[in-house]
């Protein structure tokens, strides 16, 4: 597998960097914030849960996205992937083999369970989205 940096459209990829941050901080905050506050910190408001986080935890996670977002774009590149049919497979595969592979047993070990469902599905749900704007934007 030939991993070429210049062979990204790295227009794309500030775009899905983007759509991920909205896309995230839609999902654990409107979306799913109550939910992700009481599976995460159960007994905690949103609000509390929200206090507790320290904020270097937002530029780690937006380094997160950045990362996650260049590796499907390097990934795409290497398999040569052009068609969304593609592209949504190697999503599947990334969201089967290591979404579910590291976070599961993290938060098997914390018994939270409904945090898990939706920490991977804010996860898996993203790496269809950015697989989806990475081929289309090829």
């Known amino acids: 597998m030939n991993i070429d940096f210049t062979l990204i459209n790295w227009f794309a990829v500030v775009v899905c960097f983007v ?33 507790e986080i320290p904020g270097y935890t937002y530029g780690i996670g937006a380094v997160c996205t950045f990362i996650l977002v260049t590796g499907i774009a390097l990934l795409q590149v290497a398999l040569a992937i052009k068609t969304l049919h593609a592209a949504l497979g190697v ?19 914390l018994k939270r369970w409904n945090a898990l469902v939706l920490a991977a599905g804010s996860q898996i749900s993203f790496i269809f989205i950015a697989s989806t704007i990475l081929v289309l934007w090829q």
């Not at 896309?23 to 206090?51: D, I, M, N, R």
């Not at 999503?91 to 070990?109: E, W």
């Open 19 to 51: 759509v991920g941050q909205v896309f995230l901080t839609l999902w654990f905050s409107v979306l799913f914030g109550g939910p992700w506050a009481q599976a995460y910190s159960p007994g905690k408001s949103k609000t509390e849960h929200t206090k």
């Open 91 to 109: 999503a599947a595969f990334i969201s089967l083999t290591f979404v579910l592979a590291t976070t599961i047993p993290g938060y098997a070990f």
